[in-house]
């Protein structure tokens, strides 16, 4: 037995060597999206959403606490100045102003009545037959009653005024952009129930970030663009910047007035406004084509002759839309992965599958 064991290792060897090798798995090539980089026009900036607003904007309130009677306007009606807008019930009003005027009528009587007498007494002691005490006191009454004349003059005045604000009336030409109220609801002195934009100046307003104010204090010319018709530019200018921020946003209000608008533009109509955009040639790629490492972003640059794909760090520009432009770390001609940029390992074989973009 000791003597079989050499000689059946022998012929295992044997049988070994005479199996054919297991066959090489295929390489692993990724097909994949790329876009070659080039040279294009760059938007450098930032663009703000707003909304076309009035510069003047006024809030309605009657002047008095009453019944709503009738409503005169609708929203997007457009008034003129003094236009009536609604009007109260002006019965309770109009009694008041009655009884004022009555009261005034019975003092002039009165008024009159002690200067008449004043004038007999001054008669009376020019004759002796009155002491002074008795014309000072004549005199006395005779002011007293002048003054009540005046004082019940200006009651009867205010109450006709009184009645007269039951009528709400437009301070200026404009649009009506909001109304709160209708017929039969009472309503407070004071209380806004309708808001009137003036006609006139137009403004967008949007809100910024507290780390972009002084790139929008900086800048010249706001360009606006609005969503109706984004094929044109309207010139700006920065009006105001709220000094302090929203508190639940915390951005800073801003208004930009609209230099020279044309009957395009709308009260509500939704607005871009660019800071600093200007257009320089220069490299960009497609936003997914970045990733990060270690808070780095990086692209897959493509070897087209090896077909490999390279990790290659990069600093990023302005975004725009779904470009990103390219400081550094590019140059034009080269191939970057655009899809699928999560799923790829260096030196990987890739293969394109997507055309130069033109």
Not at 48 to 61: D, H, M, P, Q, S
Not at 288 to 300: D, T, Y
Request: glycine share 6%; charged share 20%; with cysteine.
């Amino acid at each position: 037995m000791t003597a079989l064991r050499p000689l059946t290792v022998l012929l295992l060897l044997l049988t070994a060597c005479g199996r054919d090798a297991p066959p090489a798995l295929p390489e692993d090539i990724r097909p994949v999206r790329a876009e070659q980089v080039g040279l294009d026009t760059v938007q450098h900036g930032t663009r703000y959403a707003g909304e076309v607003r009035a510069r003047y904007e006024t809030n309605l309130a009657f002047r008095v606490t009453g019944r709503v009677d009738t409503r005169k306007v609708e929203v997007g009606t457009r008034v003129k100045a003094g236009q009536i807008i609604a009007t109260l019930d002006p019965q309770d009003y109009a009694l008041a102003a009655r009884a004022a005027q009555a009261r005034l009528t019975a003092a002039e009587a009165e008024d009159r009545l002690a200067r008449q007498d004043l004038q007999r007494f001054i008669e009376l002691r020019a004759q002796n037959f009155i002491s002074q005490a008795e014309l000072d006191r004549r005199r006395t009454n005779a002011e007293a009653a002048s003054a009540q004349a005046r004082q019940l003059h200006a009651e009867a005045a205010r109450q006709a005024n009184q009645q007269a604000y039951t009528r709400l009336t437009a301070p200026h030409a404009g649009v009506m952009t909001a109304i709160s109220f209708e017929a039969g609801q009472v309503v407070q002195a004071g209380q806004t129930v309708a808001k009137l934009a003036r006609t006139g100046e137009l403004e967008v307003q949007i809100d910024v970030p507290e780390n972009a104010l002084d790139s929008l204090r900086a800048a010249r010319s706001p360009d606006i663009r609005l969503w109706s018709v984004p094929d044109r530019v309207y010139a700006g200018r920065l009006r105001e910047v709220s000094p302090m921020a929203d508190a639940a946003s915390r951005t800073y209000r801003a208004r930009i007035s609209l230099q020279h608008p044309d009957a395009a533009v709308q009260l509500g109509m939704t607005a871009t406004v660019g800071i600093g955009n200007e257009s320089a040639p220069g490299l960009s790629v497609a936003q997914s084509a970045l990733f990060r490492v270690n808070g780095q972003p990086q692209v897959w640059v493509v070897d087209p002759q090896a077909g490999k794909v390279a990790a290659r760090s990069v600093r990023v520009g302005d975004l725009n839309g779904s470009r990103a432009a390219i400081v550094s770390g590019l140059t034009a001609g080269e191939w970057v992965v655009t899809a699928g940029v999560h799923k790829l390992a260096p030196g990987q074989r890739v293969r394109l599958v997507t055309p130069p973009r033109p």
